[in-house]
């Protein structure tokens, strides 16, 4: 089985979704990621801000970052050899890796729309 390490960049979180506006990108790799983990494949996130030692001590994610600075991240790794620099994976990229339809990673449509209505919260 392939095992997928993506080194992120610093992050208020561990996915980075989250704020008042939140990077579609993120929202998508955050949910490939999360169906990928319930369906028992081996994928791991690090985000600089709170591991910055896994930085360190992945010597190709050391040697890029100090090559080319923290604008090269995300820097995502496949059975430990470096597959991309600068973007995340696809779904088709995760579908591939670990040999799956890359349909399964798309996220769920909303079943029902919610409606608030803030002027009357008190």
């Not at 890029?64 to 620099?85: N, S, Y």
Request: one cysteine or more.
């Amino acid at each position: 089985m392939k095992k997928v390490e993506i080194f992120d960049p610093a992050m208020c979180c561990s996915t980075g979704v989250c704020g008042p506006s939140v990077d579609p990108e993120l929202t998508r790799v955050a949910s490939a990621i999360f169906t990928l983990e319930k369906k028992g494949f081996d994928i791991t996130r690090y985000n600089l801000t709170s591991q910055p030692d896994k930085f360190v001590d992945q010597v190709e994610v050391n040697k890029i970052l100090m090559d080319k600075g923290p604008d090269a991240l995300p820097v995502v790794l496949v059975d430990g050899e470096v597959e991309k620099i600068g973007s995340y994976p696809t779904n088709e990229e995760f579908a591939e890796w670990f040999g799956i339809n890359s349909e399964e990673l798309k996220g769920e449509e909303p079943r029902m729309p919610i409606k608030l209505n803030i002027n009357n919260l008190k």
